[in-house]
T-cell receptor, first 113, second 111 residues
Framework: DAGITQSPRHKVTETGTPVTLRCHQT?????MYWYRQDPGHGLRLIHY???????DKGEVSDGYSVSRSKTEDFLLTLESATSSQTSVYFC????????????FGQGTRLTVV | SQQGEEDPQALSIQEGENATMNCSYK?????LQWYRQNSGRGLVHLIL?????REKHSGRLRVTLDTSKKSSSLLITASRAADTASYFC???????????FGKGTHLIIQP
């Protein structure tokens, strides 16, 4: 798993509540990513980070925010969860830098009821 | 929007046969990568091919890239039951903004 830990692994939450997912890496890799995976859509990029406090939006960033105050942690927050955010969320790192392979965490299955 | 599109969406073959999956993409790329995902697990990187390469091998895997047709293929030779998984192609455009994935091919190897 390339030293990537996602927490929690499973979560059920109610519509309108805030939710924070955590991605932790054991190495000081610069590039980190959050994707969501939905049936029929494959994986889509939500946000990414290229260093502490350096983040940017991906393809499906609406309704999500991120923070990276330490190199090892990349947090994804759903400010007010909606049923359309029910998904499996994957964190990834690119240890060799941009334009290289990515290593993924095990995923967080989030259900918004 | 989805950059890559895999074909076929699903493939079922007998153990020992070869499996071929195709990927088409829309815009210029820096590289194209293939990943495998077993049910309920994260994605595992298989192989990366750069835009100036035409073919690459890794064990039983062979990847080709045709930038003029904006397409790639993944060949798995002598398939095994353990190869049962979903396979995704993903393109990288050259910036820091991560990979753009296709929807995947679900491969089933029949024993």
């Amino acid at each position: 798993d390339a030293g990537i830990t996602q927490s929690p692994r499973h979560k059920v939450t109610e519509t309108g509540t805030p939710v924070t997912l955590r991605c932790h890496q054991t190495e000081n890799h610069r590039y980190m990513y959050w994707y969501r995976q939905d049936p029929g859509h494959g994986l889509r990029l939500i946000h990414y980070s290229y260093g502490v406090k350096d983040t940017d939006k991906g393809e499906v960033s609406d309704g999500y925010s991120v923070s990276r105050s330490k190199t090892e942690d990349f947090l994804l927050t759903l400010e007010s969860a909606t049923s359309s955010q029910t998904s499996v969320y994957f964190c990834a790192i690119s240890p060799q830098g941009i334009n290289t392979e990515a290593f993924f965490g095990q995923g967080t299955r989030l259900t918004v009821v | 929007s989805q950059q890559g599109e895999e074909d076929p969406q699903a493939l079922s073959i007998q153990e020992g046969e070869n499996a071929t999956m195709n990927c088409s993409y829309k815009t210029s790329i820096n590289n194209l990568q293939w990943y495998r995902q077993n049910s309920g697990r994260g994605l595992v990187h298989l192989i990366l091919i750069r835009s100036n390469e035409r073919e690459k091998h890794s064990g039983r895997l062979r990847v080709t890239l045709d930038t003029s047709k904006k397409s790639s293929s993944l060949l798995i030779t002598a398939s095994r039951a353990a190869d049962t998984a979903s396979y995704f192609c993903a393109t990288m455009g050259g910036g820091a903004d991560g990979l753009t994935f296709g929807k995947g091919t679900h491969l089933i190897i029949q024993p």
